[in-house]
């Protein structure tokens, strides 16, 4: 698939520990991005990484991306509560992005 | 803020009928997406737009049909819907060149066809 495959799909940690989401794809990409999503709602842009770049932080918000390994990471430092939403990784070619199917994060107060 | 407003929130229609789903954004956007998200498959594109009356096909756009008009509305319409088209569907909006730029989201509409 194009889409390439988020990893892992559903992550529970308690309140305070890092969380880590990986994506991996399988085709060339200009940027990649990541969104949250909470349940039942919209998504969100979180951050972009472009494919020069390696590694980006906003926040707590840490992304690499390692082109020869097609992958990107999402760690996300000292998590509360209220993180818990699912987690997409969007890949940027041309006008469109193709969206993975998600890791669902729960973070236990 | 960037604003994407969607028509509804819930919506629930019957087998055959016509269906339009209105999508608008405030920030003078060129690009315009629609998407729809399944259990188990993440997002997937159905058309979008860069520019008033120009479309482009996604990865799904059977069934589908799309109007952009104005610059700041983008319709999503299902001519005969059918019960395969019960999904989440996502609009979303960009600067140009939208896989350069982030993708602001409305908060989704919850179609049920019965």
């Known amino acids: 698939s194009q889409q390439g495959e988020e990893d892992p799909q559903a992550l529970s940690i308690q309140e305070g520990e890092n969380a880590t989401m990986n994506c991996s794809y399988k085709t060339s990409i200009n940027n990649l991005q990541w969104y949250r999503q909470n349940s039942g709602r919209g998504l969100v842009h979180l951050i972009l990484i472009r494919s020069n770049e390696r590694e980006k932080h906003s926040g707590r918000l840490r992304v690499t991306l390692d082109t020869s390994k097609k992958s990107s990471s999402l760690l996300i430092t000292a998590s509360r509560a209220a993180d818990t939403a699912s987690y997409f990784c969007a890949r940027g070619s041309n006008y469109k992005l193709t969206f993975g199917k998600g890791t669902l994060l729960t973070v236990n107060p | 803020d960037v604003k994407v407003t969607q028509s509804s929130r819930y919506l629930v229609k019957r087998t055959g009928e016509k269906v339009f789903l209105e999508c608008v954004q405030d920030m003078d956007h060129e690009n315009m997406f629609w998407y729809r998200q399944d259990p188990g498959l993440g997002l997937r594109l159905i058309y979008f737009?860069?520019?008033?009356?120009?479309?482009e096909k996604g990865d799904i756009p059977e069934g589908y049909s799309v109007s952009r008009e104005k610059k700041e509305r983008f319709s999503l319409i299902l001519e005969s819907a059918s019960t395969n088209q019960t999904s989440m569907y996502l609009c979303?909006?960009?600067?140009?060149?939208?896989?350069?730029?982030?993708?602001?989201f409305g908060p989704g509409t919850r179609l049920t066809v019965t």
């Open positions: 979303a909006s960009s600067l140009w060149e939208g896989a350069s730029y982030e993708q602001y």
């Open positions: 737009s860069y520019d008033v009356k120009m479309k």
